[in-house]
Each structure stands twice: as structure tokens, then as C-alpha cells.
């Protein structure tokens, strides 16, 4: 057990800076993330805002309070962006939406038809510019700009170019989170014009091809911190394949790279207050028996499945190559052969899709496919199911798993990124274990574990119980995980290579 120490820290005023923010709008783990650390950080006594582009999807965003209304001067540039910035409330924290509709105003966040939009490098240059703009203006002094992923990646380097010697931001440091590195923001220079500063002097090392800038490289380079969302996805980036191809830009900030696990907002994702489940359940044997009993039968009702008292197997995600799906579709006809279920939810890639459409006409009373991105489906698969497949390619920290544990619901992950660092593997210490870990990546590998997995059930339920228990008793709070960035924020947390492996709680 690792033993968190507070942070001495006074109360500091805190700028989040994400493209996406659970409660507004999400389209993965970003947004849960955007939405429970600052909250966390709040209840810690801190004075965080978040600032986020007003999208046409964001609920309310017609009633959000105007701020400011006011444009973006380019420096050395004729032009000037106008934008407003409208004030919502997510739970207690304030959040600034940046109101630009030439950039924001569309049907969907990043990309229509699985095509990202175009101008995506200008729009997020000019989110970046106008999150430090707004600043001044508003009268918020950060001690502490907390950038998240490419889409933020501009904002350091602005603090250490634009801004370098204004006054407002002298006491200014900034952090980048990141939470998935194959994503760069690689842009061509032509949509780099609201950022001068990148063009009047090239900057090679934040090249990425020729002609091109990439916006993650960027923030990497002129941060003052960097963070992983685990401490294994903070070591991976040290490493060529696990970075991406951007193990040297990693090298470089080794000395204040850091790895700080997610946590889980228990509001969201417990099975005793969830209101989306058929029946709430505590982890005694006789709660979790019945609850999972019900809710196991009204998950096979709402996908179409026998009511068939055999082990059921969940998965939900996005459909992308980083989720494993290529390890999981070779496995699935082999094991379905068995007595089992499978439901998987998710949406994404049109190809991936097919072919699991394809299994699932094949297997239609064994494996069910929804092709959806279904919130309350999400919360009935963790309560329903008895294991949970995350057979992930890579994975900076994964919640789906940590969601799983909470609901007693095994998870079968690969041993990458923050799976190994959030779930304790049967077959290597069975008296701890939370579910089942393979490593290599094949769908051998995988089919291994889930063929373990199967005996355990059938076989010696009684220690199938206990590991449910197991896994119901980890805690990945919040709380936790804010005390750690806050002591990151004030140089007390170690960086990652100086730490003690990181324990499950
Ligand atoms: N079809 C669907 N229907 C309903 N809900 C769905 C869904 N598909 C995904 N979700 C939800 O979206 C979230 C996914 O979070 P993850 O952390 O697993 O992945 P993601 O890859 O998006 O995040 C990235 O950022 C997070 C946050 O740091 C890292 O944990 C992760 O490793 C990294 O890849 C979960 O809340 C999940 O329930």
C-alpha cells in the first residue's frame, strides 16, 4: 500500500484547459477526467476553472452567462479573431466556454463521418491562444495552467514565447497532461497563421514531417511539468514503440515527467447508488449475488440475449485498433464455441464494426453487438457482466477497468499502460487478484486468459467470489489522485524514473 502524503500547498488558483468536459459534452476518457479532477481539486480548497470551446452539441450553451465579448489580436497579424466567453457551472466548478462559431459552431466536436475537419490545427492554435487571451481579461491569475492532450498543446509554448515577459503570467507554470500520445495534432504551417511565433523562427525539434508542427510535441517541449494518466504509460513514452514514435521528446523531459493515475468519480460508477442498473448491490456475498443475478438478467433483455444463467463477458469502447479489437475478433469464434455470452458495446471504425456484426449474426444467441455510444448501457454492461475485456493494444490508463472493479465485474486486460497498474493478475499472486492479465499481443495470449477466466467461474466459484471482493474493495479516488498533482504542481511529487512502483490501493 502505497502511503499519499498531502500537499503542503497554499490554495492555488488553477486554469484546466481541455477540449472536452463530462457533463457538457464527451466522446471519451478526456471528458471524464476534464470533469472529476477539477472537482476533486475544488473540494481540495483550490480555485480551478475550466475552459473548454463552446460547441453546438454542449447543452444550455445558449442560457451560459456572456463574460466577455472581445477578439483575439495576432501579434505582428492585421488580423483579429472576435470570440465571447460564456460562463456555465459543471457541479461547482465555473467553466468558460470560448463562443467562436466559425470554428466551433458545427454537428460534432473533431470529425463528421470518421473524417477529422480540416482546419482542426487552427481551430485548436486558436482555442489555445484565446484560453491564455481570456485570462488577462477576466481578471483570473492562474498560478497554474493544467493543459490536457494536443488539442492544449500551444498553451506552454505561448506562456514560454508570447507571453514570456508579461508581467499577468510571470508566476505562471504550466502542465501538460497526457492521456494519449499517438495523438499529436500534426499540422502543415498554413494553419499555424494566429500563432506567428511558430513560423517567424522554426522550431525543429516540435517538427513532425516536413512542413509540419505538431501541437503534442509542442506542449511536451515547453511545459514546465509533463504528467502520463499512469505511472507504466509515463515509462512507455520513454520507450520508441510506446511513445509513438516520440520516445526522444519524452527523453528530453524525463527529469519532470510524472505518472498520476486516474481516478474514478464513485458518484457515477458504484453499484449501491447507480440509478441506470436494475438492482443496486454492496459487495457482502448475499448483495452482490442478487444484484449481479438481476442485473445480469435485465442486461441479456436490453440486447437480446437468452436469459441463460451462463458467465457473461462485457466490453465498451470506442472502436479503434488501440482497444485490442484485432486481438479480440480471431478469439472470439474460438470461445464462443463455449457456454457464454458476450456483449459488446461501442462505436467508431466502420471496418471493425462489420466484422463484428459479422460474429454477432454467426453467434446471434451468444454474442451481441451494439453499435452505440449508450451511457446507461455502459453502467448495465459493468453491473451485468462477470468479466470485462479490455484487451487493449495500448493504454495510457484506462477507466473501464477501474469502473469494472467497482462493480465486482473481473477484468481481463492486456499488461499495458495503466491496466498493469490498476489490475492484480490471478495466475501471479491469486490471493490479491482483481482479474486476469496477458501480455502478448495476440489473440492467443488473449484467449488463454479468457479460457482461465471461464474455469474460475465454472469450476471453483467460491474463489471466483473472493476475487469479485477483491475487486470491489480497491478505491482509485479521486481525492487521491488530486493530492498527488497538487504536490506535482508544487515540486514535491517525484518524478516518475525517482518513484517506487506504483501499488493497486
Ligand atoms: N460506446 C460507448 N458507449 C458508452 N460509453 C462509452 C463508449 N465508448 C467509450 N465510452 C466511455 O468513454 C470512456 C472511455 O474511457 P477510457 O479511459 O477507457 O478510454 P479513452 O481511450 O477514450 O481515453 C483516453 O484518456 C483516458 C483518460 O485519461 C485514459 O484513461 C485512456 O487510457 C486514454 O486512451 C468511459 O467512460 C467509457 O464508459
Known sequence: MVTRKKSNSKPQQILFVASEVDGLVKTGGLADVAKSLPAALKELGHDVRVVMPLYRKVPNGAEAVELLDTELQVPTQPQAVPYKVKQLQNGDVP?????APVYFDRPELYAENNEGYRDNGERFAFFSAVALDMCAKLGFKPDVVHCNDWHT??????????YADDTFYADTKSVITIHNAVFKGTFNYDQYSLIPELIQKRYLQLEDGAANISMLKAGVAFADKVNAVSPNYAKELLTEIGSHGMASDFQHRSGVLYGIVNGCDYGDWSPETDPYIK???????????????ACKRDLQQQVNLPLDDVPLYGMVCRLTEQKGIQYLLPALR???????QIVLVGSGDPKLADALREISADFSDKFAFIEAYDN???HCVEAGSDFFLMPSQFEPCGLNQIYSLAYGTLPIVRGVG?????VIDYDNTPQVATGFIFDAPTPEALLIKMQRSLLLYCQRPQEF?????NAMACRFEWKDAAEQYLRMYSGEEEPVLEKKPFECA
Open 95 to 99: 467553466v468558460y466556454t470560448v463562443d
Open 153 to 162: 498543446g500551444l498553451v506552454p509554448f505561448l506562456l514560454k514565447t508570447r
Open 279 to 293: 438492482q443496486r448491490f454492496k459487495a457482502n456475498k448475499v448483495s452482490l449475488a442478487r444484484g449481479k443475478k
Open 334 to 340: 474460438d470461445f464462443l464455441v463455449n457456454d457464454v
Open 376 to 378: 446507461p448501457l455502459a
Open 418 to 422: 495503466g491496466l498493469k497498474d490498476t
Open 465 to 469: 467470489k473472493r476475487l469479485q471482493q
